[in-house]
């Protein structure tokens, strides 16, 4: 299978860099197989809409909520009698759009996925702390979850200290999107015994 453009990839882009060339999730895998991506392990890097794109290393109180989120989400899957994982910054293939990305936290059905990624069918809740993406993960990451058919997605707003909710996925859109500020608590649709206060992300 042909490396075409690989070259450019181990040139060490700037983050937020969109490389030209276009590759399948096929060509994707194949570079991480060969080691094409060694030299960016401090950097994310994702396949979206066939382009490889060098993201931007997280802060520090990015990956402070990330934890908040993990510690409710696993102490969550241990009181539940209900077959789910949780999964923290690992990769989901959106089938269809050539895309291989890297949300912040998935609760996924409980089974090997040893020789795929999940997907969006296996996929009951994702999660995307935004703090320098916000506009992004509200906007273009949006879109191309509800095309997957992302049942549920939240985005944890950062700078405004709060989460939104999307729902109902339909044509590309959200039919139902709702905030809510750090005073509230919300429950995903699979595990609604499963109440996070948003409050408790933001110390």
């Not at 181990?10 to 030209?20: D, F, N, V």
């Not at 931007?56 to 696993?74: E, G, I, K, Q």
């Not at 990451?141 to 709060?162: F, L, Q, T």
């Amino acid at each position: 299978m042909s490396l075409l453009g690989a070259e450019q990839i181990t040139s060490r882009p700037m983050p937020g860099t969109h490389l030209p060339a276009r590759f399948s999730i096929a060509q994707f895998d194949a570079m991480i197989d060969a080691g094409v991506f060694l030299k960016e392990t401090d950097r994310q890097i994702q396949l979206l809409n066939g382009e490889i794109v060098i993201m931007t290393p997280p802060n520090p109180r990015h990956d402070d909520v990330v934890r908040l989120l993990s510690a409710w989400a696993f102490g969550r899957i241990q009181r539940s009698q209900d077959a789910f994982e949780v999964c923290v910054q690992l990769s989901m293939n959106l089938d269809g759009q050539n895309s291989v990305v890297l949300p912040d936290l998935m609760f996924v059905v409980h089974q090997s996925y040893s020789l795929r990624r999940p997907n969006a069918s296996d996929t009951r809740l994702l999660v995307e702390v935004s703090d320098t993406t916000l506009a992004y993960d509200l906007n273009e990451k949006m879109g191309m979850y509800a095309e997957a058919n992302v049942v549920e997605y939240w985005v944890i707003d950062i700078p405004h200290r709060s989460l939104t909710v999307h729902r109902d996925p339909a044509t590309g859109r959200y039919r139902s999107v709702q905030t809510f500020d750090e005073h509230a608590s919300v429950s995903p649709v699979f595990l609604p015994d499963a109440s996070l206060s948003v409050g408790q992300l933001f110390r």
